[in-house]
């Protein structure tokens, strides 16, 4: 079961069997649907002007042995390490620093903004993605091919998640 509040993204989902009502999260909706073992916000919590909000709301929506899975960008990846030791802080369209992003989170501050809520985080992951536009327009990536900046990449964040990583992937569970 899914919620989204982009009317032409609900489509999308509907088209492909997904059960996806268009909305946004709401009491009555967890009232109607829930308790739920999982709640997932993917990608979304850097888009809300107040996620602490969404996030304490999702938890009364959980089953007494519930969970919330939570991924969001990792804005201490080096690309943006880099750009800002330059001076410069570039929105793009879509990505780390896609333009839409109202928050931003490392991994620390993400574990506080869970703990603060009464979580504990209990699995923590990255991913990799060397198709950001980064890698396109950076050397030496840009010079190597696709399957070799991969490989290389996927070791340099299992070394370095904090600085390779592209996002941040944790389970919470309600204290």
């Known amino acids: 079961m899914g919620i989204e509040p982009d009317p032409a993204r ?3 989902a509907k088209g492909r069997g997904l059960n996806v009502i268009e909305g946004i999260l709401s009491p009555e909706f967890l009232e109607q649907f829930g308790p739920f073992e999982t709640i997932v916000f993917a ?9 602490g909000e969404q996030v304490l709301l999702a938890k009364a929506g959980l089953a007494a042995d519930g969970s919330i899975v939570a991924s969001v960008p990792n804005i201490a990846h080096w690309f ?14 879509c990505g780390i620093m896609d333009a839409t992003h109202l928050r931003w989170f490392t991994r620390d501050t993400l574990h506080k903004f ?3 809520l009464g979580f504990r985080v209990t699995d923590h992951l ?3 993605n060397t198709g950001m536009i980064d890698y396109y327009e950076s050397r030496p990536w ?11 990449v996927r070791r340099l964040a299992r070394s ?7 996002q941040h992937v944790v389970k919470a569970v309600p204290r």
């Open 10 to 12: 609900a489509a999308v």
């Open 43 to 51: 990608d979304v919590l850097e888009h809300l002007p107040n996620p």
């Open 80 to 93: 943006v390490r880099v750009d800002l030791l330059r001076g410069r802080f570039i929105y793009r369209d």
């Open 114 to 116: 869970f703990e603060n």
């Open 126 to 128: 990255y991913t990799v």
């Open 142 to 152: 840009k010079w190597l091919p696709i399957r070799i900046r991969y490989r290389v």
């Open 160 to 166: 370095f998640p904090t600085l390779f990583g592209c």
